[in-house]
């Protein structure tokens, strides 16, 4: 493939570099460099996406509303070049970086068989980043930057620790495949891994049906046509393959990081909007790797539009300018930590700032369940109560009273609870929601859509197993190691994780815990691309059954929540303007 050079402004443009592999095979790049240096840091996105698919082919859509609702973000640049969940080369070539875009092997214009989130994918990745860093016009250091896929692919190409590679910033990003991408609580996340597999393998190399353009030349992206069966072969079975696995085995191991082999410096960029998608596994990046020099920014709204906001480019640019540039004046005093804590109106309420996460400070705070009242209260319940529901359809509803006094929590949430079911197993959906003092529901900017709840948890309680040495705070870890079939109409106490969440609750604003057996849905479409109901996975001989909750004065069922307490840490500033920008369209789960 003969590599074409184009001149832009203050850019250099050299599309379709071939890249050498070691194992004889090669991927294919875009390289943008600036014009006036001879040597400049590196920015590395690897990717099944396509390095050709302009954001408007991806996801017209959303695209459409960044134009019609972002002069903040357009103003920047001419979007040209604007691919989707990567930075903008245009922005980063005139801050003096060069850009390198890779086709995963399999992808684009990259040949070879499709394997996304596999170990061969990010020791190519690793190939890739060596590649850049010892470029001609290369300084030798490489950062990696980029959103969801290009942050959960940080981990694991940093965990290789390439000798080139000097600083990350994951923004966005899961670090754990299982849990978070694929099997939220052991369930398996189908309506995720279906969209996002579609998405992906559209994009094989040398696929004629593929609905995705190359932004330079017009034509279709792929490459050469291949005949259907080649491709087939060229390709894994994604949606099986994690079928196959339903518990943690080495399949999973081998696409998850091991995260204490990461010690170079880390920016870590996370959003209250990552529910259900990535939220959790970033954290978890953030406080499982060995980095001595590591930060951690909680932002809220969109995720994908806070990557691309004028102010946090610069914070990206700051700590790059450190870490590739070698610039000790980019990057001085910043909080370890910093967290929006969201207000009842999903706006910011206040800027926290920490030594670390999760917040020193923070306490348990418990609401205990009572299933003769349906009460959430800070009080055990005197009597022993009952409530069944049916599921998948039913449900068990637990409110607090108003609240007598504001409420501020950050962290993560977890749920214990007794629980007996009809069948041999039962899959429990937990919902968190509140409620303005006027009795309207408070809703929240999330990638499962504009009106998600606080938070969301789940687990199979055949997978109830939790490993106490690998649990933190108000964070169960679950095993998912092995299947423990329940006797139905025996008592099981299990321990749920709900996702992380920040909030400041008002007087007289009431917090409501919904325990279900599927998918919270606001409508009759139900969860969309969220669900949890692929019929191999959950077939209604096991899970369409009576589930029976317990509650009383002997019985542990509670709902812990990190609530901060305002002692000498964390110290809490007036917000920026800017903090994070502000929900403006309905964001699907980003790829």
Not at 77 to 106: C, I, K, N, Q
Not at 324 to 346: C, F, H, Y
Not at 462 to 470: A, F, K, L, N
Request: with cysteine; net charge negative.
């Amino acid at each position: 493939m003969a590599v074409t050079r184009l001149v832009e402004d203050h850019m250099i443009i050299e599309k379709d570099v071939t890249i050498p592999l070691r194992d004889g095979g090669h991927v294919v790049a875009n390289v943008f460099r600036p014009r006036d240096a001879e040597r400049s840091p590196v920015i590395v996105n690897y990717s099944p996406y396509g390095k050709d698919v302009h954001f408007s082919s991806f996801w017209p859509e959303l695209y459409a509303e960044l134009l019609d609702g972002h002069p903040e973000i357009t103003s920047q640049s001419s979007l040209r070049h604007m691919v989707f969940e990567t930075p903008d080369p245009e922005v980063w070539t005139g801050l003096g970086y060069a850009v390198v875009r890779v086709d995963s092997r399999g992808a684009g214009k990259s040949p070879g068989r499709l394997q996304p989130n596999s170990p061969q994918e990010f020791m190519d990745a690793y190939d890739a980043v060596e590649w850049a860093g010892t470029a001609p016009w290369s300084n030798g250091k490489v950062g990696l930057l980029g959103i969801s896929y290009y942050a959960a692919g940080q981990w694991m190409i940093a965990q290789q620790r390439p000798p080139h590679l000097a600083a990350l910033q994951p923004w966005q990003g899961t670090s754990d495949f299982y849990r978070d991408r694929t099997r939220q609580g052991g369930i398996f996340s189908g309506g995720f891994v279906e969209f996002w597999w579609e998405s992906v393998h559209t994009n094989q190399h040398g696929n004629g049906a593929s609905r995705y353009v190359d932004y330079f030349t017009g034509r279709r992206n792929t490459g050469p046509e291949l005949p259907p069966d080649q491709l087939a072969a060229d390709r894994v079975d994604y949606i099986q393959d994690i079928l196959d696995h339903p518990l943690e085995d080495d399949w999973y191991r081998a696409r998850s990081a091991e995260l204490q082999k990461i010690d170079i410096p880390t920016l870590v960029g996370a959003n209250w909007g990552g529910l259900q998608v990535h939220l959790r596994g970033t954290l978890l990046g953030f406080t499982g790797i060995a980095s001595p020099e590591k930060w951690l920014r909680i932002q809220r709204g969109s995720y994908f539009l806070a990557f691309y906001h004028p102010e946090n480019v610069d914070t990206q640019r700051r700590f790059f300018d450190r870490y590739l540039k070698g610039d000790d004046t980019a990057w001085t005093d910043e909080s370890p930590v910093q967290i929006v804590l969201r207000d009842i109106d999903d706006g910011v309420h206040e800027l926290v700032e920490a030594t670390q996460w999760p917040l020193p400070g923070t306490e348990e705070h418990r609401l205990h369940l009572d299933c003769t009242s349906m009460a959430l209260s800070a009080d055990r319940p005197t009597a022993t109560g009952q409530a069944t529901y049916a599921a998948p359809a039913g449900s068990a509803v637990f409110s607090t009273a108003p609240l007598a006094e504001p409420l501020e929590f950050a962290g993560p949430i977890s749920l214990t609870l007794r629980l007996a079911c009809s069948t041999e197993d039962a899959d429990i959906f937990a919902v968190l929601r509140a409620y303005r003092p006027d009795g309207d529901e408070a809703t929240f900017y999330a990638a499962s859509g504009p009106d998600s709840p606080v938070s969301l948890g789940w687990l199979r309680a055949s997978h109830r197993q939790v490993d106490p040495e690998r649990s933190g705070f108000l964070q169960p870890f679950h095993t998912h190691a092995v299947r423990e079939p329940l006797v139905p109409g025996q008592d099981y106490d299990l321990t749920v994780e709900i996702w992380p969440a920040g909030l400041h609750l008002p007087a007289g604003s009431r917090l409501e815990l919904t325990l279900r057996g599927s998918d919270f849905a606001r409508t009759e479409h139900g969860p969309g691309f969220t669900g949890h109901d692929h019929p191999d996975d959950r077939p209604a001989g096991v899970f369409h059954g009576e589930q029976t909750l317990t509650t009383g004065p002997f019985v542990d069922a509670y709902l812990s929540l990190p609530r901060i307490v305002r002692k000498e840490e964390p110290n809490v500033h007036s917000a920026s303007p800017n903090a994070s920008s502000p929900p403006t369209h309905h964001e699907r789960p980003t790829r």
